[in-house]
């Protein structure tokens, strides 16, 4: 069967592969719809650690059972977890699966999704009647929902997100669900419109705003309950310990490409909370998907493309060349 493979970095291409064992205990699924993500340009720039060449890439889902159980039948639409966990390292036998010490993920320590069938454990698949387009959506916004999750964010919140990218979305948008107050900060006007959309009450352009000072105006100089690092960077990190008000709680999604360094008063003075936080728990699915079927996401406008199988070589090397004309590219299969 057909799949989309890199085989170094820079390189992509149409291959064919296996038809899948259908082992017991797991579903059988016709793979309808596949969303591309940061990872999946970080695999392809050569600039995911994690990766080893040569991997069929894609984990964001939309598919259809082929073959099903008593519970989740034949012709049923699901998402799907791609992640993976031992039972046996400390963050399983803590119950915080999604941080598996030997978690592997699909497209990155194994082979993913952009292909034609896959078979997957019964566990990891979560049932909904929502479009492919929309089912493709729900991986990537738990990602930010475990976030907000994990910020134990409540409707008596104040909640700032740094980056409204995919992620930073399901952050803006599961902060919004939960009835708190939303501020997101990046620096593209577009993205900010989608996260006002996304339910942010407040927005705030990096390059032309005093972040700081927005801030301190929103709150009334107290600062933000939560914030939440969805970028990356050095500065945002800093921001985050700086800006969030006393004891309030910091959690970082993004990575920091080079050493951080901080004024660690700020944590003993504030009594902050910081917290990491990684992939996304069963609890944060079932969440994300009320929020999608309440339809209060703008999903037409967190995509910008839809190719084919065929086409999606040529659209990833057009992301990586020109990253800003794209928000989410999904590839239909």
């Known amino acids: 069967m057909k799949a989309v493979a890199l085989t170094a970095p820079g390189q992509v291409h149409i291959t064919e592969i296996a038809t899948p064992e259908h082992m017991e205990g797991d579903l059988l699924l016709r793979v309808e719809m596949v969303g591309l993500c940061g990872t999946d340009l970080n695999s392809y720039r050569g ?14 889902i939309g598919a259809t059972v082929l073959e099903g159980s008593k519970t989740i ?21 803590r119950g915080r699966v999604n941080a598996c010490q030997f978690n ?12 034609e069938l896959l078979s997957v454990p019964e566990s990891k698949v979560y049932p909904s009647a929502m479009s492919f387009k929309e089912l493709c959506l729900v991986e990537p916004l738990t990602v930010g929902m475990h976030a907000v999750s994990r910020a134990r964010v409540t409707a008596k919140d104040i ?3 740094y980056g409204c990218g995919g992620v930073g979305l399901g952050a803006i948008a599961g902060s919004a669900f939960r009835g708190a107050q939303t501020i997101a900060i990046d620096l593209d006007d577009e993205k900010l419109e989608t996260a006002r959309a996304a339910g942010a009450t407040h927005l705030i352009h990096s390059r032309r705003d005093n972040v ?14 939560v914030i939440i690092e969805a970028i990356g960077l050095p500065e945002t990190f800093r921001a985050a310990v700086e800006q969030v008000a006393f004891t309030g709680r910091v959690v970082y999604i993004g990575y920091a490409k080079e050493p951080v360094s901080y004024e660690t008063r ?31 996401f703008p999903v037409d406008l967190a995509v910008s493309a839809i ?27």
């Open 73 to 93: 039948p034949a012709g049923t639409r699901v998402a799907v977890s791609p992640y993976t966990s031992c039972g046996l390292c400390a963050a399983c036998r």
């Open 47 to 60: 600039k995911n650690p994690l990766i080893t060449y040569p991997r069929v890439i894609g984990h964001e």
């Open 212 to 225: 700081n000072d927005r801030l301190q105006e929103i709150t009334d100089g107290f600062g933000p309950d």
């Open 266 to 296: 700020l944590f003993v003075q504030k009594e902050l909370d910081i917290m990491g936080s990684r992939n996304a728990l069963a609890e944060d699915f079932h969440e994300i998907i009320r929020l999608l079927e309440s339809g209060r």
């Open 159 to 161: 909640v700032a997100v």
């Open 307 to 333: 190719v084919s199988l065929d086409e999606a070589p040529a659209a990833l090397k057009r992301w990586s060349e020109d990253p800003a004309s794209f928000t989410k590219i999904m590839v239909s299969i």
């Open 104 to 115: 592997q993920t699909f497209g990155v320590q194994r082979d993913g999704a952009l292909t």
